[in-house]
């Protein structure tokens, strides 16, 4: 009880004051605290790396012993992460050799498999925004028609192509595409994100101090 | 007419897709668009910022984004070093996001060989380091202690482009590129230049104007037609502005889409 | 011509320099010096102040700065009333490198200012100064004593809502989750719960944890399938206790499994394509998608979405509103992610909490209408000057 209680919240509770008023302190002392504490935050990462990596591996391993159907994804998992540790390590973690103009190993497997694949999930994006905007923006109501209305404008406006058409369409009207655009953008749009930003800090400012209060000590998990 | 609406709505979402992807592939067939982009005012803020410096000054560019980012920042990045050594700018590169050195190292080195820039005279990158806040902190401190060596591992101090470089406070401006955190954010929080503005995707271009109407950052670049309006003020076609057609035909497509099931939507439910 | 009319007495008659003091710049990490001299009447934009620095008092003195002397007056300095006074009686200039070397802290340096008429400048006399860290810096004052006043409204609200009930809106959001887990029971398919994309640091995955718990609990409770992918190790580690103590609290210990949570990667969208996958194959019947996202939200949401799931989302990450918004069912937005420890458990002291942020949006809000006023008031009435010691209250010095 007294390990998995109090000694947490006594850790929450100095450290969480400590940085608190840190913020207030110009002297190198601080600023050499702030820099060994956050390398302690890698150093904890690192180590924490293990415990994912073996979660990942135990599950993956799990699926294969049992031959459970898809095990064969489960086997191309290790393979990726075995095959590019060993062109990671033989490479030395460089991508490029010599004067930057050769690629290594690692370097094929960055450019020709990391960078397409990611490409191509990002592109999906685009893909399934459609899709989302056909499906949701109907004007149901007044609220559903505002954000169908501001959505249209911005994207006429953010284009080449949707300033043509409007001013093609709309060109009597005094203000360009990009103008509207931009007056949504940087007028009610910015609006609401502050308003929802002082929101959200007050929200961080209140949720530490009771973390650090030890109120809320729901992430401790165990020993409610 | 109200079937036809029910059919449209009821669409399978492989039809967008397919529609999307004909979009997409369209300018390919078509050739350019040839549709000027407007130059925003936040755009040309940087590039003025940069035309202000003078010959020699020490400019720092961090390339913070992953390949998934590269179609909107890798032009971006692009064109900044490209203008930087035309105005013969010392430029130090460096990323916190280590799935990008690749890419920033390519852009550098791709850039400096069209304008015949040497090594460690008139360009260096530092690569990546752990521990985003730290490295930044780091930087506002001492550039050598964070950086003792670059990324090809030669010795940083002596270098001369880095010659009166200690600290961020010597580097009289610097650009962030940034797809997520760390990023801009990050830079405006714990760093300390002189002046600085930042490069990142659309989707979070709208949360950084508070920074550029607060002064934090001198001007923004957002997203692939920021990118496209800057390759615009150099007076240059790049890769943003060739996607930036893709970008048009994509979005009128969505735009055609919106209205089209809205159209629907309300011949349904007259009906009702 | 113009300056040898306006400088002749000065050139008959000889220059007087100004007098400068050198003092070690309050309220930093001691490398920098504070320069301050009286202003002259013979400044004009064609006359230069030349600042010097040294390391030893005879030399070699290095140039730091040349500006025109009408500028780098005590009211161009950003800092607060309480700590700097403001005017256009005197020069300011902060040394922080002399010849490119930063100053360090408890030497002594020696700098001499001089004035360029055009002919080369004059020097007066050397001065020193030792620059020395500080304790604290008194232009985060405001800031300090703000957040003391915050902590004392949040312990003090919580010390009421023990006494006396508060009234809570209702949270759409959270009030679905009940019926997201009940129609994941009845249906036999999983839920699936995500706690996004930053580590503990984050408050929104603290946050996200802490729905979890809850979520965790009644899943045990419905003997429901709980699904936890992670994209941290140190969020895997803490989710497996939250949701063990939770299982632990529903009576349910042998229900528990540690595959509950699982790690993925931490690649963005090497997890998303995960996840998406596992969703479009288990059909999960409730998706929740709670804590900080990046551009991966909207391909997380529209296939949850396409595996027809009750989707319920909460982020403060703003920028990715929008696509929950339009592809989940019900989003929490910005702080009602925070507040939902206080509303699914209804403890007194966790509502209290959020009184007291009702507390403190009432009072910047209240002090974003007196600002705006005051600087309106200040630039028609041309006293922005005057109105600067209210708004400097207000500001942020950091």
């Given at each position: 009880m007294f390990l998995r209680q109090y000694v947490p919240m006594a850790i929450a509770f100095v450290m969480g004051v400590v940085f608190a008023v840190q913020y207030y302190v110009p002297h190198p002392a601080s600023e050499e605290l702030l820099t060994t504490v956050n390398d302690w935050l890698i150093v904890v990462s690192g180590f924490s790396m293990v415990l994912g990596l073996a979660s990942l591996m135990g599950s993956h391993w799990a699926k294969v012993r049992r031959g459970v159907p898809g095990w064969g994804y489960s086997l191309v998992v290790f393979l990726g992460i075995l095959g590019t540790l060993a062109v990671g390590i033989a490479s030395k973690g460089k991508m490029f050799a010599g004067e930057g103009l050769t690629l290594t190993a690692l370097g094929w497997v960055y450019d020709n498999m990391l960078v397409p694949l990611q490409g191509t999930v990002f592109s999906l994006l685009a893909f399934f925004m459609a899709s989302a905007t056909f499906r949701t923006f109907r004007a149901r109501n007044l609220e559903a028609g505002l954000l169908l209305t501001a959505a249209f404008l911005v994207m006429l406006g953010h284009v080449p192509l949707g300033e043509y058409i409007w001013d093609k369409v709309l060109g009597f009207l005094p203000p360009k595409a990009d103008q509207v655009m931009g007056w949504i953008m940087n007028v009610p749009n910015m609006a609401a994100k502050r308003g929802i930003l002082l929101g959200v800090g007050l929200g961080m400012i209140a949720t530490s101090l009771k973390i650090i209060f030890g109120i809320e000590r729901a992430y401790m998990g165990e020993g409610e | 007419m109200r079937k036809l609406a029910e059919k449209i709505l009821s669409m399978d979402r492989r039809a967008i897709y397919l529609l999307m992807a004909s979009a997409a592939l369209l300018?390919?067939?078509?050739?350019?668009?040839?549709?000027?982009?407007?130059?925003?005012?936040?755009?040309?803020?940087?590039?003025?910022?940069?035309?202000?410096?003078?010959?020699?000054?020490?400019?720092?560019?961090?390339?913070?984004?992953?390949?998934?980012?590269?179609?909107?920042?890798?032009?971006?990045?692009?064109?900044?070093?490209?203008?930087?050594?035309?105005?013969?700018?010392?430029?130090?590169?460096?990323?916190?996001?280590?799935?990008?050195?690749?890419?920033?190292?390519?852009?550098?080195?791709?850039?400096?060989?069209?304008?015949?820039?040497?090594?460690?005279?008139?360009?260096?990158?530092?690569?990546?380091?752990?521990?985003?806040?730290?490295?930044?902190?780091?930087?506002?401190?001492?550039?050598?202690?964070?950086?003792?060596?670059?990324?090809?591992?030669?010795?940083?101090?002596?270098?001369?482009?880095?010659?009166?470089?200690?600290?961020?406070?010597?580097?009289p401006f610097m650009v962030d590129l940034a797809a997520g955190d760390p990023g801009i954010e990050t830079w405006v929080v714990y760093g300390k230049a002189k002046s600085m503005a930042g490069g990142c995707t659309a989707v979070i271009a709208p949360g950084m104007y508070a920074f550029l109407n607060s002064g934090q950052l001198v001007g923004l670049i957002g997203g692939m037609r920021g990118a496209a309006e800057y390759e615009a003020l150099l007076k240059e076609m790049g890769k943003a502005t060739v996607g930036m057609d893709i970008q048009s035909t994509t979005h009128v497509l969505i735009l055609g889409l919106i209205l089209l099931s809205n159209f629907a939507f309300f011949a349904t439910r007259r009906r009702r | 011509m113009t300056i040898f009319l306006l400088m002749w007495p000065l050139l008959a008659f000889g220059l007087e320099l100004p007098l400068l003091s050198a003092s070690d710049l309050p309220g930093d990490?001691?490398?920098?010096?504070?320069?301050?001299?009286?202003?002259?009447?013979?400044?004009?934009?064609?006359?230069?102040?030349?600042?010097?620095?040294?390391?030893?008092?005879?030399?070699?003195?290095?140039?730091?700065?040349?500006?025109?002397?009408?500028?780098?007056?005590?009211?161009?300095?950003?800092?607060?009333?309480?700590?700097?006074?403001?005017?256009?009686?005197?020069?300011?200039?902060?040394?922080?490198?002399?010849?490119?070397?930063?100053?360090?802290?408890?030497?002594?340096?020696?700098?001499?200012?001089?004035?360029?008429?055009?002919?080369?400048?004059?020097?007066?006399?050397?001065?020193?100064?030792?620059?020395?860290?500080?304790?604290?810096?008194?232009?985060?004052?405001?800031?300090?004593?703000?957040?003391?006043?915050?902590?004392?409204?949040?312990?003090?609200?919580?010390?009421?809502?023990?006494?006396?009930?508060?009234?809570?809106?209702?949270?759409?959001?959270?009030?679905?989750?009940?019926?997201?887990?009940?129609?994941?029971?009845?249906?036999?398919?999983?839920?699936?719960?995500?706690?996004?994309?930053?580590?503990?640091?984050?408050?929104?995955?603290?946050?996200?944890?802490?729905?979890?718990?809850?979520?965790?609990?009644?899943?045990?409770?419905?003997?429901?399938?709980?699904?936890?992918?992670?994209?941290?190790?140190?969020?895997?580690?803490?989710?497996?206790?939250?949701?063990?103590?939770?299982?632990?609290?529903?009576?349910?210990?042998?229900?528990?499994?540690?595959?509950?949570?699982?790690?993925?990667?931490?690649?963005?969208?090497?997890?998303?394509?995960?996840?998406?996958?596992?969703?479009?194959?288990?059909?999960?019947?409730?998706?929740?998608?709670?804590?900080?996202?990046?551009?991966?939200?909207?391909?997380?949401?529209?296939v949850g979405a396409s595996v027809g799931a009750i989707q319920i989302a909460g982020t403060d990450a703003e920028h990715q509103l929008p696509f929950f918004v339009t592809a989940c069912d019900y989003t929490l937005i910005g702080e009602e992610l925070y507040a939902a420890s206080a509303y699914l458990s209804k403890e007194p002291a966790l509502i209290g909490t959020l009184r007291a942020q009702d507390v403190g949006k009432a009072f910047l809000t209240a002090f974003l209408v007196l600002g705006a006023i005051a600087s309106t008031i200040g630039v028609w009435a041309g006293i922005e000057h005057k109105i600067d010691y209210f708004l400097d209250i207000l500001r942020d010095f950091s």
């Amino acid at each position: 009880m007294f390990l998995r209680q109090y000694v947490p919240m006594a850790i929450a509770f100095v450290m969480g004051v400590v940085f608190a008023v840190q913020y207030y302190v110009p002297h190198p002392a601080s600023e050499e605290l702030l820099t060994t504490v956050n390398d302690w935050l890698i150093v904890v990462s690192g180590f924490s790396m293990v415990l994912g990596l073996a979660s990942l591996m135990g599950s993956h391993w799990a699926k294969v012993r049992r031959g459970v159907p898809g095990w064969g994804y489960s086997l191309v998992v290790f393979l990726g992460i075995l095959g590019t540790l060993a062109v990671g390590i033989a490479s030395k973690g460089k991508m490029f050799a010599g004067e930057g103009l050769t690629l290594t190993a690692l370097g094929w497997v960055y450019d020709n498999m990391l960078v397409p694949l990611q490409g191509t999930v990002f592109s999906l994006l685009a893909f399934f925004m459609a899709s989302a905007t056909f499906r949701t923006f109907r004007a149901r109501n007044l609220e559903a028609g505002l954000l169908l209305t501001a959505a249209f404008l911005v994207m006429l406006g953010h284009v080449p192509l949707g300033e043509y058409i409007w001013d093609k369409v709309l060109g009597f009207l005094p203000p360009k595409a990009d103008q509207v655009m931009g007056w949504i953008m940087n007028v009610p749009n910015m609006a609401a994100k502050r308003g929802i930003l002082l929101g959200v800090g007050l929200g961080m400012i209140a949720t530490s101090l009771k973390i650090i209060f030890g109120i809320e000590r729901a992430y401790m998990g165990e020993g409610e | 007419m109200r079937k036809l609406a029910e059919k449209i709505l009821s669409m399978d979402r492989r039809a967008i897709y397919l529609l999307m992807a004909s979009a997409a592939l369209l300018p390919f067939l078509t050739g350019p668009l040839g549709l000027p982009s407007r130059v925003s005012p936040e755009v040309k803020a940087v590039y003025d910022r940069i035309e202000s410096l003078p010959e020699g000054s020490p400019f720092l560019i961090s390339m913070d984004f992953d390949p998934a980012s590269k179609p909107e920042l890798y032009p971006m990045a692009e064109a900044l070093v490209r203008h930087a050594f035309r105005k013969n700018l010392r430029v130090i590169g460096m990323n916190l996001w280590v799935t990008g050195s690749g890419m920033a190292e390519k852009i550098l080195s791709d850039v400096a060989e069209e304008y015949g820039k040497k090594y460690g005279r008139d360009y260096v990158y530092l690569g990546w380091a752990p521990g985003a806040t730290n490295v930044i902190l780091g930087l506002g401190q001492d550039i050598y202690k964070t950086y003792p060596r670059d990324y090809y591992g030669n010795e940083t101090s002596g270098m001369p482009v880095l010659e009166g470089v200690r600290t961020l406070k010597d580097i009289p401006f610097m650009v962030d590129l940034a797809a997520g955190d760390p990023g801009i954010e990050t830079w405006v929080v714990y760093g300390k230049a002189k002046s600085m503005a930042g490069g990142c995707t659309a989707v979070i271009a709208p949360g950084m104007y508070a920074f550029l109407n607060s002064g934090q950052l001198v001007g923004l670049i957002g997203g692939m037609r920021g990118a496209a309006e800057y390759e615009a003020l150099l007076k240059e076609m790049g890769k943003a502005t060739v996607g930036m057609d893709i970008q048009s035909t994509t979005h009128v497509l969505i735009l055609g889409l919106i209205l089209l099931s809205n159209f629907a939507f309300f011949a349904t439910r007259r009906r009702r | 011509m113009t300056i040898f009319l306006l400088m002749w007495p000065l050139l008959a008659f000889g220059l007087e320099l100004p007098l400068l003091s050198a003092s070690d710049l309050p309220g930093d990490d001691g490398k920098a010096v504070l320069l301050l001299w009286p202003r002259m009447p013979y400044e004009a934009s064609e006359v230069f102040y030349v600042v010097q620095g040294a390391e030893g008092p005879e030399g070699p003195f290095e140039e730091i700065a040349r500006f025109p002397s009408n500028s780098h007056y005590r009211t161009e300095r950003r800092a607060p009333f309480w700590t700097w006074r403001k005017g256009k009686d005197e020069h300011f200039f902060v040394v922080r490198t002399i010849g490119g070397r930063p100053l360090e802290s408890g030497r002594e340096y020696y700098f001499r200012l001089g004035v360029d008429l055009g002919e080369g400048p004059s020097f007066g006399p050397a001065v020193s100064a030792i620059p020395k860290p500080n304790w604290f810096d008194f232009k985060k004052l405001n800031n300090l004593i703000f957040m003391v006043l915050l902590a004392g409204v949040v312990l003090w609200f919580i010390g009421r809502a023990r006494k006396k009930e508060l009234f809570l809106r209702r949270i759409p959001g959270l009030d679905a989750i009940e019926e997201a887990i009940g129609r994941a029971t009845e249906m036999g398919r999983p839920i699936y719960y995500l706690t996004g994309r930053l580590g503990m640091s984050s408050v929104s995955t603290i946050a996200a944890t802490i729905i979890l718990r809850d979520i965790a609990k009644r899943t045990a409770g419905y003997d429901a399938q709980l699904k936890v992918p992670h994209t941290d190790p140190v969020v895997m580690a803490v989710c497996r206790e939250v949701v063990k103590g939770a299982y632990l609290e529903a009576g349910r210990p042998d229900a528990y499994n540690e595959e509950i949570n699982f790690y993925v990667t931490d690649d963005q969208f090497s997890y998303t394509m995960a996840v998406d996958g596992m969703m479009v194959r288990e059909r999960p019947a409730a998706v929740f998608l709670m804590g900080y996202y990046y551009a991966e939200s909207l391909l997380l949401a529209e296939v949850g979405a396409s595996v027809g799931a009750i989707q319920i989302a909460g982020t403060d990450a703003e920028h990715q509103l929008p696509f929950f918004v339009t592809a989940c069912d019900y989003t929490l937005i910005g702080e009602e992610l925070y507040a939902a420890s206080a509303y699914l458990s209804k403890e007194p002291a966790l509502i209290g909490t959020l009184r007291a942020q009702d507390v403190g949006k009432a009072f910047l809000t209240a002090f974003l209408v007196l600002g705006a006023i005051a600087s309106t008031i200040g630039v028609w009435a041309g006293i922005e000057h005057k109105i600067d010691y209210f708004l400097d209250i207000l500001r942020d010095f950091s």
